[in-house]
């Protein structure tokens, strides 16, 4: 009798084609988690890397800031110095000779578009570049002038400031109309005079603060005005726009920062001295600032075009005492960040060399001072930007060599390159006998580096 026995062949291959493919999935697993610990490995080397460079740059940004502080201290050391001087020394000196009669020439005691801080530089530290551009601040109308408790001088100010936004970008695509400068000026106003009736965010109790008058409220810095009507984005940026035109921020003629202090000392308190901040600096103001002023039916524009192209004259040569007797002597040229000779310009050593300029003196003394009570020649509150740039693996090779400072702008402000922008705001002011630096803004990062806006726009 035969005994059938079931074949277990059949299983023990099923079982076989199971195990393949469970084995399969395993190492499809084993796969994928070791791709995820890779992905995430690279992301934070990334990570690493990103906040190691970044580190770095703030860190030279830093040196150069620390080192640009000192540029200024020694700037305003030898305006103390030089004040000091013989008068025959300083007008051989420092400066071109005088008329008989005339106080001596002395360009290290003002601030002006020739001193060294105003031209832009550049420098490097390993891979890291870096551009430092400084602008006084003294250069522009201060709006806090709209909360002067005198309506009629507080009217003025409106006027001024709406004057002032009306030419900022005047001839631009991006021209602020007259109506709209108007309404923006007073939105500023009521903003500084009823900000609590305009906003629900929270006060602070400031040394600012009018207990009197708590409505009434000063601005920490100018891009708070960013969120009133009539204001866009796009008005507290610099770029270029159609055809290569320079298009520069309201931040450029406006400011809240000249008036760190205001009012007299009192005796053994320690308080700052200020002077409101309430003048433009001549020698530096740009011509929108100027014009925007007083208006066309007060004093005539070609006053300001006047003021313009006189600070833009090359300065005459200096008169030495020489082997042979009085000789002409070339002023010694500064080089910009290209490598290029800035030669000498005219500069406003006081208020009184306004009579330079043709149409203001041919006004009356009456005007004229009511011109000066505007202007000043000095400047004691500086805004730093300073941009950094590293080079990315794409563009490790990149020339660096330009020939334009608008090819050089563009450099450092394409978002095609690793770049981070910083703006430092400081008080230069005299203490005893020294001068010390204090810090309005100690550091800010700034979306784009800003523009240098121009007496005479370059024609590449």
Not at 25 to 49: C, F, H, K, S
Not at 105 to 116: E, K, T
């Amino acid at each position: 009798m035969k005994i059938f026995r079931k074949s277990l062949s059949g299983a023990r291959d099923a079982c076989r084609g199971a195990a393949l493919l469970m084995a399969f999935l395993v190492l499809i697993v084993i796969i994928a988690i070791v791709y995820q610990i890779n992905t995430v490995t690279l992301t934070d080397e990334r990570i690493t890397y990103n906040e190691l460079t970044r580190a770095q740059m703030d860190l030279a940004i830093e040196s150069v800031l620390l080192q640009t502080y000192e540029d200024l201290l020694e700037d305003a050391r030898a305006a103390q110095a030089s004040e000091g001087e013989d008068p025959a020394a300083a007008g051989g000196g420092s400066g071109a000779a005088s008329e008989p009669g005339e106080a001596p020439r002395n360009p290290d005691s003002v601030d002006s578009q020739m001193d060294r801080w105003y031209t832009p530089q550049s420098t490097s530290f390993g891979d890291i570049q870096l551009r430092i551009f400084i602008r006084d601040e003294n250069s522009k109308y201060n709006v806090l002038n709209l909360l002067q408790p005198d309506e009629e001088l507080a009217e003025l100010a409106v006027q001024r400031v709406a004057r002032i936004l009306d030419y900022a970008r005047g001839g631009t695509s991006e021209d602020i109309s007259t109506g709209d400068a108007e309404e923006m000026a007073l939105s500023m106003q009521a903003y500084m005079r009823e900000r609590m009736s305009m906003t629900d965010l929270p006060q602070p109790q400031l040394l600012t603060t009018d207990l009197e008058n708590s409505e009434q409220s000063v601005p920490f810095t100018f891009s708070e005005f960013r969120m009133l009507p009539g204001f866009e984005d796009k008005m507290f940026e610099d770029y270029f726009g159609q055809d290569e035109e320079r298009i520069h921020a309201i931040t450029s003629f406006l400011t809240v920062y000249t008036s760190p202090a205001m009012g007299e000392e009192e005796e053994a308190s320690g308080l700052p001295v200020g002077d409101g901040g309430w003048g433009v600096n001549v020698n530096t103001a740009p011509f929108a600032v100027l014009s925007g002023l007083f208006s066309g039916r007060e004093y005539p524009i070609s006053i300001w075009e006047g003021v313009r192209d006189y600070r833009n004259e090359p300065e005459d040569p200096l008169e030495e005492e020489g082997e042979e007797g009085v000789e002409d002597v070339e002023p010694e040229p500064m080089l910009d960040e290209f490598g290029e000779e800035i030669f000498p310009k005219q500069i406003f050593d006081s208020l009184d060399e306004l009579d330079e300029v043709y149409d203001f003196q041919a006004l009356n003394e009456g005007d004229k001072s009511t011109i000066t009570e505007s202007l000043e020649v000095t400047s004691d509150v500086f805004e730093i930007v300073i941009a950094a740039r590293i080079s990315t693996a794409s563009d490790v090779n990149q020339r660096l060599d330009f020939e334009s400072r608008r090819e050089q702008e563009e450099y450092f402000r394409s978002g095609e390159h690793l770049v981070r922008v910083v703006r430092s705001v400081v008080w230069r002011r005299p203490q005893d006998d020294d001068v010390v630096i204090v810090p309005l803004v100690r550091w800010e990062v700034l979306d784009n580096a800003p523009l240098q806006v121009l007496d005479f726009p370059d024609e590449d």
